[in-house]
């Protein structure tokens, strides 16, 4: 995630790779499973980006602190830490 820390938007770039085949579920939350869903459903072989502006599903921001970026492409999953500072 870049930038971290963040006070306004992060964003987490992340690919699927070519031999996914025609592409891969990919599923990237902030705060574990059950967080807000920054990312939901297929994708193509590519790069891609994805940000976070600190707002829970609800649309309110959320207080700062350290939080957790799971990122699901294929069979991987890889957790990456965030510090929010608004």
Request: no cysteine; proline share 9%.
């Amino acid at each position: 995630m870049a930038p971290n820390p963040f006070a306004v938007t992060t964003a987490l770039a992340y690919a699927v790779e070519a031999k996914a085949g025609p592409g891969s579920r990919s599923d990237l939350r902030r705060g574990g499973p059950e967080g807000t869903a920054l990312v939901s459903g297929f994708r193509p072989p590519g790069r891609y980006t994805a940000t976070w502006d600190g707002r829970g599903e609800d649309g309110r921001l959320q207080p700062g602190g350290l939080y957790f970026a799971r990122r699901v492409v294929g069979a991987t999953t890889v957790t990456s830490r965030v510090l929010f500072m608004p």
